[in-house]
T-cell receptor, first 115, second 110 residues
């Protein structure tokens, strides 16, 4: 089946640890995104990538890092510099960015909790 | 700041009635508009997209766009309890960024 797969679904992080959230898509989409959602809040863009080996910061990139070595994969690392990482993380992809008709599709999300 | 505004709700609608969800956006150069439904604890799922002024219908859902007023709405006819969710409005602006509103919580009363 075509889609966007995020893993793990639930993750617990100790203070001072880095953790990496995986995102893989087999939709042949060019653009990929990471959003953060806090309870009762909207989606905030962390990073996005339009092509392989290139990515841009979103609105809340501090404390996060990404890579785009393959078209299918866009992992997100939550570093120890992110002081309040507990949230719901959503990976998304789209055919291309900047064209009328562009549509974003989401993975199932990953819940990160700091313990 | 280019923004997308939605009433947070909750909007309570009797079962079988029409639910009307509204969204305004600040960037007059926005090109594409989307409505997503998000159940509690789940990821958003696309309901409809609309690109030109007027109405677009898909089953019980109708999206309405008025670019002059910078306004987009979603109508849900014959509301069902399963329609109870948060509805997110999203706009592709002239900077090629998709901006999401904070969502409107809809509660369908049985």
């Amino acid at each position: 089946d075509g889609g966007i797969t995020q893993s793990p679904k639930y993750l617990f992080r100790k203070e001072g640890q880095n953790v990496t959230l995986s995102c893989e898509q087999n939709l042949n989409h060019d653009a990929m995104y990471w959003y953060r959602q806090d309870p009762g809040q909207g989606l905030r863009l962390i990073y996005y990538s339009q092509i392989v080996n290139d990515f841009q910061k979103g609105d809340i990139a501090e404390g996060y890092s990404v890579s785009r070595e393959k078209k299918e994969s866009f992992p997100l690392t939550v570093t120890s510099a992110q002081k309040n990482p507990t949230a719901f993380y959503l990976c998304a992809s789209s055919m291309w960015q900047g064209s009328s008709g562009n549509t974003i599709y989401f993975g199932e999300g990953s819940w990160l909790t700091v313990v | 700041q280019k923004e997308v505004e939605q009433n947070s709700g909750p909007l309570s609608v009797p079962e079988g009635a029409i639910a009307s969800l509204n969204c305004t956006y600040s960037d007059r150069g926005s090109q594409s508009f989307f409505w997503y439904r998000q159940y509690s604890g789940k990821s958003p799922e696309l309901i409809m997209s609309i690109y030109s002024n007027g109405d677009k219908e898909d089953g019980r859902f109708t999206a309405q766009l008025n670019k002059a007023s910078q306004y987009v709405s979603l109508l849900i006819r014959d509301s069902q309890p399963s329609d109870s969710a948060t509805y997110l409005c999203a706009v592709l602006n002239r900077d090629d960024k998709i901006i999401f509103g904070k969502g409107t919580r809809l509660h369908i009363l049985p």
